[in-house]
């Protein structure tokens, strides 16, 4: 499959990749069409999907059952009225049903718009308003469906509700019902071409309110890397990424790179979620490659792996916040397999990241990837010298990168703020060094200006986490009158620490940063908490700790 897009599918080394990796982007690409089918046709029984819930219930798809069922849901939404430009929104957590139905939306042509069932009435009022959405296909129970009821009468362009079970609620169509009684898919004569949006994504909200990203049908072909030299994916490869189908890392791990790869995409749905429970996954269906974010091998490290067999894990990857090296140098020395850091934002793809032939540094993200052109820009605008903090930023004078989002959707200002001018600013910081390793600083706005000096939250957090007594920590600036910030550090404590909290442990671990790094760092407020506060998808929200200080 790599073949038909790429010349060279192989790579030794960084100089090779950077000089050899070439995308041949087709005419009016679609993913659905052009890999899923391509599949379905050159090796019909090749596993796709291996789907599991924590009912013991396991599916197996192979690549012509997704592209089966996919054109049984394309005629289906195809016979309710939806197609090109129609925007639908999925809110269907790890239900197999979601491969459907996004194949499906991208077959039609339509937008597919995948969400959180934590959605509330007044987001989704606010989503179906601000994307004009026609359709909704969502699980039929849990609360969600309550919500939509109730947004339906002040979401004038909501023409539907689908089901895909266990209940169909009044007022609902029945997902499966429709699906089988669907008339032969017939694909319409010209459905997309490369510049339509296909995707529209919510950011995980770390920040402030999520923002809509509107990608475009090329978009997953930005994601041949991600699958194929970061996840270092091949055809016998059972993959699990950590992530609910309503955030953008979904299709990082659960779709687009995995299925250019020819990889089995391992799937488990729960309603609630222990990090052993993947130790468990690893252990009983022989998973060989992993990714999740750095909060749950914070919380993996301090499990007893010896209770499971994970020898058939050879790969493990991590993004989506900044890793420390004590976590990096505990999951080594637990299961020898070095943590391979990526960095991207759900407006991009991985834009940064440690590629099979990279020996990692602890702590660094890795190196460029060579789809895109980063440079890291410093406050007065020059591009920054090797040790030198500037933001990271993408050029685009010589074209749009694949995997660049389009716009922030009907946002021509918000749009305009980060991308103007040929640069793309992805608001977080970062220095990079002799070797073109990147070195996460902070997000532009999370970095702590105190007495003139700047100080980024990750290298203070790095520091903490060296403690025993720290399970997780977030850095933050308080207002200070003399300082104009001072160093503030919101931790929780590991159960032999918990009822430490007190004078004396906040000196040892202010004595413990000052030693580990330079001093000036060191966090002057400490406070303990029982968790973190945390987006859905599992990001500290730093700024909410910020905003609490304020007052
Ligand atoms: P919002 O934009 O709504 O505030 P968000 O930025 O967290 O939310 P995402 O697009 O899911 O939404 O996340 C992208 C961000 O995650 C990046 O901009 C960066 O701050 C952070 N990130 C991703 N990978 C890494 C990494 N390897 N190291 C440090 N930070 C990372
Ligand atoms: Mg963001």
Redesign the pocket.
Known sequence: MLERFLDKTSFSSQEDFMKNFKVKVPDCFNFGYDVVDEWARIAPEKKALLWTNDQGKRIDFTFADIKRESDKTASYFQSLGIGHGDMVMLILKRRYEFWFSIIALHKLGAVCIPATHLLTEKDIVYRCNAADIKMIVSCGDGIVVEHINRARPSSPSLQRCISIGPIIPEGWDDFHKGIESAAPFVRPESVNTNDDISLLYF??????E??MVAHDFTYPLGHIITGSFWHNLHEDSLHLTLADTG???AVWGKLYGQWFAGANVFVYDFEKFKPADVLEMIHNFHITSFCAPPTVFRFLIREDLTKYDISSLKYCT??????NPKVYEEWLRLTGIKLM???????TTLTIATYPWVEPKPGS?GIRNPQYDIDLLTADGRSAEDGEQGQIVIRTDHGKPLGLFKEYYRDPQKTYEAYHDGIYY???VAWRDEDGYFW?VG?ADDVIKSSGYRIGP?EVESALMTHPAVVECAVTGVPDEIRGQVVKATIVLSAAYKDKAGEALVKEIQDHVKKVTAPYKYPRVIEFVEELPK?I?G?IRRVEIRDKDKV
Do not use: N, V, Y
């Open positions: 950011t995980s909200g770390t920040t402030g999520p923002k955030w953008g890392k991590i993004a989506g916040e900044a890793l850091e990526g960095f991207g934002q759900t407006e993200m992805t608001g977080d996460f997000r990750f987006t998808s990001k």
